[in-house]
């Protein structure tokens, strides 16, 4: 039964924001079903010429918006607050959040208020990367897009064997692809995905565009001298086909890891976000070179990009501004607003004691900083090196983030009860409804 709404509800429902859906829907009955066949706060959003992200500080979850008027909304989200969350990723409204260690993964839908905690096909490793995205299927004439979460392993460990005194470290390379189907709510391995094009570090995140994920990786092109060079360009892998396209070159040259130049990735909404016009963001700079530059993408696929840049900035020195970047092995982050000529950076400040956004203008200068909060030290393994703890504060990590109507409640294949209970017991988290 179809319920009806006045013209005035309607009007003022759809200009609630996000953050406070929750106490709508708690009001009654009716606007409770109701907005959850919307996308709200497309007035509300437009207005304030805000956009809307998430970010994980301290192993926690936040709801994060930035107004132009330079006043930031900064709230933790209580529905995450049993995990121990170290990354987060966007795809079309849904956000995977990635415990630490890998040790679980939580699939979200903020606006719906729903969550599916997803088991492994047999076990998670700590050196597990992950990307969330949709494809179509090839077999059918249907535009309906298929959701799916790629987790895959594909690195070199050291491994100790005992020979008589002696403990003598071995090589041992770890290969493993394996995709997640959210409508089947089931696990399968793929066999053919392309991985010889480059090397993805583990400490890199890759990010959603228009369905597909980019991931920054490398291969080791020569000697200089006694350092290796190092090739750094892009890899998408398409969630249609299953498989990493070809290398994408950078805009720019760069050595990763061996400069200290920092490379990281973001993206944002081209317009006012009512289309698919998604877009790729690239930082690049640091201690090396002594400035950073954000390009981003004209045009982008999986096997094409084209580039524009957005803005740079000249040496500060970056101390100047109250911060340092991060090693590349953890790295902060940013995200681009296009429309308003201004990029905004994640990172710890100079102290390495709180976390703070950091806005420049398009025009290279530096506009303002925000304290975001006071670092927590974290214990977490090296993903390198297994046997080691490693004690750190770590930069705030953020996504940006539009709202959809894709479900999580229901998938069409259910697992069975003994499973989805034993999945269950293994965490604890409050469900919104």
């Known amino acids: 039964m179809m319920m009806m709404i006045s013209d005035l509800e309607e009007e003022i429902l759809r200009r609630v924001p996000m953050t ?258 998604e877009q790729l963001a690239v930082r690049f700079g640091g201690y090396e070179s002594g400035f950073f530059e954000i390009w981003v993408t004209l045009t982008v696929g999986p096997n094409r990009a084209s580039w524009s840049k957005f803005l740079r900035v000249e040496p500060g020195p970056y101390s100047s501004y109250g911060f340092n970047f991060y090693a590349s092995l953890s790295g902060g982050s940013f995200f681009v607003d296009e429309e308003n000529k201004l990029a905004v950076l994640f990172e710890l400040d100079d102290t390495k004691t709180a976390h703070k956004a950091f806005v420049f203008g398009q025009d290279g200068y530096f506009k303002s900083s925000v304290n975001l909060g006071e670092t927590l030290i974290l214990e977490r393994r090296s993903p390198l090196l297994t046997y080691m703890l490693c004690k750190a504060a770590y930069p705030p990590l953020v996504c940006s983030y539009r709202s959809s109507l894709v479900q999580l409640k229901h998938p069409l294949v259910r697992n069975s009860k003994r499973k989805r209970m034993a999945l269950l017991s293994s965490v604890k988290f409050r469900k919104l409804v």
């Open 20 to 277: 406070s859906l929750k106490a709508v829907r708690s009001t009654c009955k009716k606007w409770n079903a109701v907005t959850k066949t919307w996308l709200l706060g497309k007035a509300a959003a437009g207005e304030q010429q805000q956009q809307h992200q998430f970010l994980t500080m301290n192993g926690r979850v936040y709801s994060f918006q930035f107004h132009l008027e330079e006043y930031v909304s900064v709230k933790q989200v209580d529905l995450l607050n049993e995990l121990e969350v170290s990354k987060v990723y966007h795809c079309d409204g849904l956000v995977l959040c990635v415990a630490m260690e890998n040790s679980k993964l939580v699939l979200w839908n903020p606006y719906l208020c729903q969550t599916r905690l997803i088991g492994p096909r047999e076990s998670f490793n700590i050196k597990d990367r992950h990307a969330i995205g949709y494809g179509y299927d090839s077999n059918s004439n249907s535009n309906e897009r298929n959701h799916k979460i790629l987790r895959f392993v594909d690195d070199f460990s050291l491994t100790f064997a005992e020979d008589d005194n002696s403990i003598l470290p071995e090589r041992k390379r770890e290969v493993a692809y394996e995709i997640y189907d959210i409508r089947s709510d089931s696990w399968r391995v793929l066999e053919e995905v392309n991985p010889e094009e480059g090397s993805i570090e583990t400490h890199q995140r890759g990010v959603s565009v228009k369905g597909n994920t980019y991931f920054l990786a490398n291969r080791h092109i020569g000697l200089v001298g006694c350092v290796t060079e190092v090739q750094v360009f892009l890899l998408c892998f398409d969630f249609t086909k299953e498989r990493f396209g070809p290398r994408l070159p950078l805009p720019f040259d760069s050595l990763d890891g061996f400069n200290g130049d920092i490379v990281t990735l973001s993206s944002f909404l081209r317009g006012d976000g009512d289309g698919d016009d």
